[in-house]
């Protein structure tokens, strides 16, 4: 099908129930083939804080739930230590399905392209428009594209506040599945604590 986008696919009523209900039945691009099914975000619906990370990985695509997996615990973790209240914040990703590869009867997660991110973005939009948070924190290159535009680069912009509307701001840091990847895991955790606490501290 390529990319045609998710904008036709919205609801006609914005509201969050009905934008999960439609994202199920979206094809706005072909990640949608092979993955069991979306999975959309979730949590408080005028959510302080809203976290953007990059896709469902294989633990989310098969429960439909964003953040269940290994990274999410170590999100779990990292926003306990920081703080902030996991009950409380709204979770969601840049891209709404699971991009896999199959290898040896393993599913290994491969990076959405520009073209998908752009396609799904509407689904992002209208989760930021209906929770406008007052901090979002963009987990990874692939949300930081999505939110914050290609040129944006975490590393260099890591834990500082950008702003986003008058007293909302956007607070980049890495994906929580870097630290699982990283060489010095607690070198990359220490980091990844202290841009969400930059985050907690915002006023
Ligand atoms: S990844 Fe996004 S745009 Fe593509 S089919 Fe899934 S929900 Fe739609």
């Known amino acids: 099908m390529g990319n045609i986008g998710a904008e036709r696919f919205l609801p006609a009523e914005l509201n969050l129930p009905a934008l999960a209900d439609a994202a199920r039945r979206c094809q706005g691009c072909d990640l949608y083939r ?10 408080v619906p005028d959510a302080r804080f809203m976290l953007v990370g990059e896709q469902p990985g294989d633990q989310e695509d098969r429960r439909g739930a964003p953040f269940v997996g290994p990274a999410g615990r ?17 979770l969601t990703n840049a891209v709404k399905h699971f991009k896999f590869e199959p290898r040896g009867g393993r599913r290994i997660h491969q990076r959405p392209t520009a073209a998908e991110i752009g396609a799904c973005r509407p689904w992002l939009e ?3 428009l209906l929770v406008d948070p007052d ?3 963009v987990m990874g290159a692939t949300a930081a594209r ?11 912009h890591r834990g500082e506040p950008v702003p ?18 990283a060489p010095d895991r ?3 955790y220490a980091g990844f604590l202290a841009d969400l606490r930059a985050a907690a501290a915002i006023t």
């Open 74 to 90: 170590m999100l779990d973790r990292a926003l306990e230590e920081a703080g902030i209240d996991r009950e409380a914040v709204y």
């Open 34 to 43: 092979n993955a069991t099914q979306t999975v959309f975000g979730e949590g």
């Open 135 to 137: 901090v979002t924190i």
């Open 146 to 156: 999505a939110l914050l535009g290609p040129s944006f680069r975490v590393t260099r």
């Open 186 to 188: 607690d070198t990359a």
């Open 164 to 181: 986003r509307r008058d007293g909302a701001y956007y607070v980049a840091t890495i994906h929580p599945s870097a630290i699982l990847r």
């Open 126 to 128: 209208a989760e930021m």
